[in-house]
């Protein structure tokens, strides 16, 4: 039994920040990675950045530069630092937890960037 937990979105002007936050707790085997997606409204979702259990980072284009993704393995955390925030960020954000076979998703948290 895992439950995975995102918090951190809000409202923002264009160029400020925020902290996302994403736990899993309950897991008894060792996450292989974490990671960020995101789905705009009418849109696919699509992947933002990821997490290696080693450190190992991958970032979409549209966002390198500008996010930041981090984890605690202790705590089963992973974070994502987005500064310089566009309108475009504008989405809900959704965690994913990736074992070695499977996967699980987070209920998403709402960003939105308008002035």
């Known amino acids: 039994q895992v439950q995975i937990v995102e918090s951190g979105g809000g409202l923002v002007q264009p160029g400020g920040s925020l902290r996302l936050s994403c736990a899993a707790s309950?897991?008894?085997?060792?996450?292989?990675?974490m990671g960020w997606y995101r789905q705009a409204p009418g849109k696919q979702r699509e992947l933002v950045a990821t997490?290696?259990?080693?450190?190992?980072?991958n970032y979409a284009d549209s966002v390198k530069g500008r996010f930041s993704i981090s984890r605690d393995n202790t705590k089963n955390t992973v974070y994502l630092q987005m500064n310089r925030l566009k309108p475009e960020d504008t989405a809900v954000y959704y965690c994913?937890?990736?074992?070695?076979?499977?996967?699980?998703w987070g209920q998403g948290t709402q960003v939105t960037v308008s002035s």
């Open positions: 994913n937890v990736h074992w070695v076979m499977v996967s699980a």
């Open positions: 309950g897991s008894t085997v060792s996450i292989y990675v």
């Open positions: 997490i290696t259990s080693s450190g190992s980072t």
